[in-house]
């Protein structure tokens, strides 16, 4: 059974705050040189590794403190450097936190993708495997069908799926052509919110990782265009070897990565439902055309359906792009959108049904990009200033490998792990002045 985990981090600070949800320990501001310019609002190939470092350690900042930024924080607290991770609301608190948590190996085939999503999965399996993933964020193998829902208008018993074996026992509703797309081999599932705080407790407990809670205001760069520090709001100081600039749908609000490429925000809704009966539903993860009763013959709708090891069931759909609000903690659900996907719950399952205890209503933010792919590597014109943004809905599966090339491009100067050169910011052009 996964458990929440206790935070290890969590003592007072009298830093500057943005929003004031998780107080953590912060590191000593260190001074600007003379020559330090700011890049406001603060919108490859990498930048040789730096010779003579001021420290013994590398110094990097990471801003953001979704799955992409924890994720990039933990590889390179791994990697020997010395890390602070600046975050301006609390850790996972947006996409990171509500998503459903699925993960494919092969769905991103054919595409861009590809190679990134195949080495996360493999880094998701592995990852699992040493922090116990199972227990700490559930963590688990699961069989994914596509299956066919019609909503009826009338009341009543429902129609019985037991003539078709692939349709689980607990999808008791109109459900029908059903089809495995996804085995235990390809396709698995982690609670997003518990992987990203089990990642950053890692890093802070085994390598010394730093998390400080504020609003990144400014990345300084000195004489020659290399980066030296981060300023948060209120004026406090990060000297930085390098920044890492991982603001998911908040990228587009940052001026300097603003000004090289659009990140809008798809507004995608869930509900997290507990059964009565939790252990009637199986690990099978449930992507739907849905017809409403009302339909007018018109397009079905595309809920996806995740059982969860806790006993929870996570239902998502009814997306839009709509502009990204400043503050990620007063996100939430239009409740049109809401009540649809609870009678999809229930024209799924009467185990979804109203016996089962609604323990979410809730909505967040996904980035994307013009192009569809994700942006990833040192931005032209500025050293030692990397991104890792604009990952839509594959953002949690992509994590690990995302983290981890960013790592190897700060640190060694290029990425093993994959070639990310179809995702450099450099395919934008320059920021504008």
Not at 155 to 179: E, F, Y
Not at 217 to 227: A, N
Not at 291 to 312: C, F, H, I, L, W
């Amino acid at each position: 059974m996964v458990t929440q985990m206790a935070s290890t981090l969590l003592v007072p600070s009298s830093a500057p705050t943005y929003l004031p949800c998780l107080r953590l320990t912060l590191i000593g501001s260190r001074k600007l040189s003379k020559t330090t310019t700011f890049i406001n609002c603060s919108a490859a190939q990498a930048s040789p590794p730096m010779d003579g470092q001021r420290h013994s350690k590398k110094h990097v900042a990471v801003c953001g403190g979704g799955i992409i930024g924890v994720c990039t924080a933990y590889f390179l607290a791994r990697k020997g450097a010395a890390v602070t991770l600046i975050e301006k609301s609390s850790v996972a608190c947006a996409a990171s936190g509500k998503a459903g948590g699925f993960l494919a190996l092969d769905w991103c085939d054919g595409g861009p993708l590809s190679s990134l999503a195949r080495a996360s999965f493999n880094l998701h399996r592995s990852l699992a495997e040493e922090l116990n993933g199972p227990d700490n964020y559930g963590y688990r193998a699961l069989t994914t069908l596509s299956l066919t829902v019609t909503e009826s208008q009338q009341t009543g018993s429902k129609p019985s799926n037991k003539a078709n074996s692939l349709i689980p026992s607990w999808v008791d509703g109109s459900a029908r052509s059903p089809t495995t797309i996804g085995s235990t081999q390809t396709t698995a599932q982690v609670h997003p919110q518990l992987f990203t705080k089990t990642l950053l407790n890692k890093a802070v407990n085994d390598y010394g990782l730093e998390v400080v809670i504020g609003k990144v205001e400014r990345v300084g760069v000195g004489e020659g265009g290399r980066v030296e520090s981060v300023m948060i709001e209120g004026g406090r100081v990060i000297e930085s070897d390098a920044v890492v600039l991982a603001l998911g749908p908040w990228s587009g609000k940052f001026e300097l990565l603003a000004s090289m490429f659009r990140v809008s925000g798809l507004k995608a809704h869930s509900i997290i439902l507990e059964p009565k009966e939790a252990d009637a539903i199986t690990p099978h993860a449930l992507f739907l055309s849905y017809y409403p009763a009302q339909g007018e013959g018109g397009k079905p709708m595309d809920p996806e359906v995740y059982p969860r090891p806790t006993g929870e069931v996570y239902l998502c759909g009814m997306s839009s792009e709509q502009e990204v609000p400043d503050d990620p903690e007063t996100v939430s659900g239009d409740p049109a959108s809401i009540q649809v996907l609870k009678r999809v719950a229930r024209t799924v399952s009467s185990h979804l049904g109203e016996e089962a205890q609604v323990k979410a209503e809730q909505a967040c933010f996904l980035p994307c990009t013009d192009d569809g792919v994700p942006v990833i590597g040192e931005l032209p014109g500025i050293k030692g200033c990397y991104v890792g943004t604009g990952h839509n809905c594959w953002g949690i599966l992509n994590g690990p490998a995302t983290g981890t090339a960013l790592a190897e491009l700060v640190m060694d100067g290029c990425a093993s792990i994959v070639d990310l050169s179809r995702f450099s910011p450099a395919r934008f052009g320059r920021p504008s002045a």
